[in-house]
């Protein structure tokens, strides 16, 4: 029946189990037209890791060597790459080392491609890339923001080789960038606010807006300032610089094209400081009674927004707007592209889209992609699109008075399934290596200490650059994802990393344990999520998670959650337990004649007596009818049931109001 949840159900999973190595291979839409760098004659430079602090003081040489505000040099840096080398790897637009300098036909060419899928069974890595050459364009059709490498070779005199792989080097080359754009603007200054021109050509951007963006950007670090440490273990500092008042009128002398018009007439739902198009998704029949991708509804009016979703596409820019095209797909509303932060929104906010999996959920929220991979997250999720979502979501929060927390921004892999048989299938991203507390720092809501130890909850907040769990199955089965951040802590059975890790009955009815893959969300608590104190032991905090005790590891010397307050539910006194719930329908005597009752089917989880969980929203209980494509049939269905979403494990989950009592936590 089309009303039901199965019309909806998620993407396959086929498409999210892309590997990084396939990844990379995307690039190729990226240099359709993609020239050489040509060989530099030179031997190939030695990669090194930059000594302690020896970060730092390349952004200082490089700066006095080509006469740009050190300030200046170290604020594009972060905007490009938050200083981080990802050892020499490229990102999805062919970007090396913390200036993020472009070669993208050499990025393609280091790495298999695989799309074909006539890859060699052997794993033969250099035939792969012969066959890539082979099939590379000539060096001549190349746009210019492709290849800043090339051009950065010429201008310092050192080899492509090691200005992709030497971070000194890299950053040279961006000094001698940011110092050649300022002489064709004919200006010579020290004053930081005097850089804008050249800043904002150092996007690549061809329109005003996006290179104007991306320049307030970096005047917005360099205001702020920055410091952390980078994925090679320096700590490099920008100290905030109050007030340098950018000289914007320098973007009218670059020559930049204005955003064009909508073909369609549509104006996007976006904020004025971000890029956004519109790319609609089709609303069309297809034959069969069938139609496609999205409802039509009048949001907020007949259905309150609670959540926006965050998702990653396991796909490129060019392979989701095919998608989002076509009209026997899913869809969501927005894209967000990882290169430069450029949105496209293709279902209207007010409108229903199929991105979540679970009918109730998409009913009530808005569902935002990100172009990426979640195993291949240096590659992909980039500074700008984080910016970029952030001024989209607080744009978004205001308009529907959404609080900033993660009970309302939430993740893809905190949607629960609907029915026990879905749970599986669900899915996974932006998974463990999206950067929720960098993202809030951006929202402008950071994870902060909102109690003491008595407080009853705990946020989670691992420091994301020095907390690096061991994953497995990026690339391949039971291998190791390399070491990278994370948000997530790891939730054992005891205190002791030798422990079992927690059961999720849900994804293995059979018991079996949870594992370390990538893609296994079953014993994982993630940054921002609040759960409920159970015990105390030493280094170790134990929160209730899916019915059962679970620990982390949360050491005062480097602590991995925060001390917070704020409403639980615990189960009515003289229940043994209660049931856990994937939506909030409403009860059966609330539905009109004509249109199917719902089946509020409990998920495997049982809340025994006594434990504690973290309340989200109180939302009654509601049912959008959507069953065709005629919308005289369309109807909400609102109840008298009451239900609270609570923090059930990695994923939220709804209990009826009737079967629990609502008290602070402290108590």
């Not at 981080?84 to 990102?91: E, M, N, W």
């Not at 150092?202 to 963006?213: C, F, K, N």
């Not at 999996?357 to 291949?376: M, P, T």
Request: charged share 25%; with cysteine; aromatic share 8%.
């Amino acid at each position: 029946m089309r009303g039901s949840d199965e019309k909806r159900l998620p993407r396959s999973r086929a498409r999210r189990a892309a590997t990084a190595v396939a990844a990379a291979a995307l690039l190729l839409p990226l240099v359709s037209a993609a020239p050489s760098s040509g060989p530099d004659g030179q031997p190939p430079a030695t990669a090194e890791q930059p000594r302690a602090g020896s970060l730092q003081r390349a952004f200082g040489d490089a700066a006095a060597q080509y006469g740009v505000p050190r300030s200046v040099l170290l604020a594009v840096a972060y905007l490009e790459s938050r200083w981080d080398g990802h050892g020499g790897a490229p990102s999805v637009s062919g970007g090396y080392g913390p200036m993020h300098l472009t070669d993208a036909r050499t990025a393609l060419a280091e790495r298999p491609h695989h799309s074909d899928g006539d890859e060699d069974p052997r794993g033969d890595a250099s035939r792969a890339r012969k066959r890539v050459r082979a099939q590379l364009p000539p060096a001549t059709a190349v746009p210019a923001r492709l290849r800043t490498l090339e051009r950065a070779a010429r201008l310092t005199g050192l080899p492509a080789e090691r200005l992709r792989r030497d971070p000194a080097a890299n950053i040279r080359g961006g000094a001698a960038l940011l110092a050649a754009e300022q002489r064709r603007l004919g200006l010579r200054s020290a004053d930081p606010a005097r850089w804008y021109g050249a800043v904002a050509r150092y996007s690549g951007a061809d329109d005003a807006r996006t290179a104007a963006g991306f320049a307030d950007d970096v005047y917005d670090v360099l205001r702020q300032g920055q410091s952390r440490t980078t994925d090679a273990g320096q700590r490099v500092t920008l100290p905030a610089t109050p007030g340098p008042a950018a000289d914007r009128a320098q973007l009218g002398r670059l020559g930049l094209r204005s955003a064009a018009a909508p073909a369609d007439g549509a104006r996007p739902e976006c904020p004025r400081t971000v890029s956004c198009v519109s790319v609609p998704a089709p609303y069309e029949e297809f034959g069969d009674g069938d139609y496609g991708n999205h409802d039509k509804a009048d949001r907020p009016r007949d259905q309150r927004i609670d959540a926006i979703v965050v998702h990653d596409t396991e796909g490129s820019w060019e392979t989701t707007l095919k998608l989002i095209k076509d009209p026997t797909y899913v869809s969501w509303h927005y894209t967000i592209r990882s290169s430069d932060g450029l949105i496209a929104q293709h279902v209207p906010t007010k409108d229903v889209a199929w991105h979540a999996g679970n009918w109730y959920v998409n009913a009530h929220s808005v569902g935002i992609e990100h172009e990426g991979f979640l195993a291949a997250p240096d590659a992909w999720y980039t500074e700008a699109m984080y910016r970029a979502s952030a001024r989209l979501v607080r744009y978004l929060a205001r308009r529907y008075d959404l609080p900033l927390d993660r009970q309302h921004i939430i993740g893809h892999d905190n949607v629960p399934g609907t029915t026990p048989a879905t749970i599986k299938g669900m899915h996974t991203d932006p998974g463990p290596y999206w950067d929720w507390a960098h993202y809030f720092r951006l929202l402008g809501r950071p994870f902060v200490r909102t109690a003491g130890p008595g407080g009853g909850l705990v946020t989670i907040r691992p420091d994301y650059d020095l907390h690096r769990p061991v994953y497995t199955d990026c690339v391949k089965p039971g291998q190791p994802c390399a070491p990278h951040g994370s948000t997530a802590v790891r939730l054992h059975t005891e205190p002791g990393e030798s422990a079992p890790l927690v059961q999720d009955i849900g994804l293995r009815p059979d018991g079996s344990p949870s594992t370390t893959g990538v893609n296994d969300t079953g014993a994982r608590a993630t940054t921002g999520q609040r759960y409920a104190v159970a015990e105390r032991r030493g280094e170790w905090t134990a929160v209730w998670y899916l019915g059962q005790k679970a620990w982390f590891h949360n050491p005062a010397s480097r602590p991995t959650a925060v001390d917070a307050r704020g409403p639980v539910v615990t189960p009515k006194a003289g229940r043994a337990d209660i049931p856990v719930y994937g939506r909030a329908y409403p009860e059966p005597a609330a539905y009109p004649a004509g249109v199917p009752v719902q089946a509020v089917t409990p998920l495997p989880y049982k809340l025994p007596a006594g434990q504690r969980y973290a309340v989200g929203n109180r939302v009654r209980g509601e049912y959008f009818y959507a069953p065709t494509y005629d919308l005289s049939r369309h109807a909400v269905v609102r109840g008298a049931d009451v239900y609270y979403e609570i923090q059930v494990g990695h994923r939220v989950g709804y209990v009826r109001a009737a079967d629990v009592d609502v008290r602070p936590s402290g108590t």
